[in-house]
């Protein structure tokens, strides 16, 4: 299995331009997350879903977008890339209701200029 | 707002010396989680314990909860310079919106 993957690894995007995150994960878990990580802010959540079709606002939503349309893919997009948004971003998927541990990809870290 | 807060920020001890970090937490739990992320990686999911649970053990991990004080400890024994990273509490009330800590930086010196 490879697990939870994320693409690109690094992204330069100038103000306004649009762009999608892409997460896959090939183990069947139901549950994914997108997280983004700041300095000293750890890791805040942005959008998560609890299985194809069904998708949900977490801490941080504004300015992002997210679909699933499969089990393994949980796409986000960045409708209007702001400076705010310069981050590292990390999907995460999980299939244990009890346990919620979550399995991360190895991230995206994003620049907006 | 983060549920969790790590406590310290950073920490830096010599090989050998085992390490301590605490966390804290606002609302009540089904259960805590620790996480290490080595610099530039993702997390990576190191011991859960439930709100029944007060210790729990794995290799050179022990962790504690308080829930009466919503709280909890994770010691490394026995540190080695391959311990070096950082480390988040995660906690859940539901299936749903895990939260994490802001983490403590672990720099263990040979």
């Known amino acids: 299995n490879a697990g939870v993957t994320q693409t690109p690894k690094f992204q330069v995007l100038k103000t306004g331009q649009s762009m999608t995150l892409q997460c896959a994960q090939d183990m069947n878990h139901e549950y994914m997350s997108w997280y983004r990580q700041d300095p000293g802010m750890g890791l805040r959540l942005i959008h998560y879903?609890?299985?194809?079709?069904?998708?949900d606002q977490g801490e941080v939503p504004n300015g992002y977008n997210v679909s699933r349309s499969t089990t393994e893919d949980f796409p986000l997009r960045l409708l209007s890339a702001a400076p705010s948004q310069t981050s590292v971003y990390f999907c995460a998927s999980s299939t244990d209701r009890d346990t919620e541990t979550q399995y991360f990809g190895p991230g995206t870290r994003l620049l907006v200029l | 707002s983060q549920q969790g807060e790590e406590d310290p920020q950073a920490l830096s001890i010599q090989e050998g010396e085992n390490a301590t970090m605490n966390c804290s937490y606002k609302?009540?739990?089904?259960?805590l989680q620790w996480y290490r992320q080595n610099s530039g990686r993702g997390l990576v999911h190191l011991i859960l314990i439930r709100s029944n649970e007060r210790e729990k053990h794995s290799g050179r991990l022990r962790v504690t909860l308080d829930t009466s004080k919503k709280s909890s400890s994770l010691l490394i024994t026995a540190s080695r310079a391959a311990d070096t990273a950082s480390y988040f509490c995660a906690t859940g009330r539901s299936y749903q919106k895990v939260t994490f800590g802001t983490g403590t930086k672990l720099q263990v010196i040979p």
């Open positions: 609302t009540s739990i089904n259960n």
């Open positions: 879903s609890v299985g194809a079709g069904i998708t």
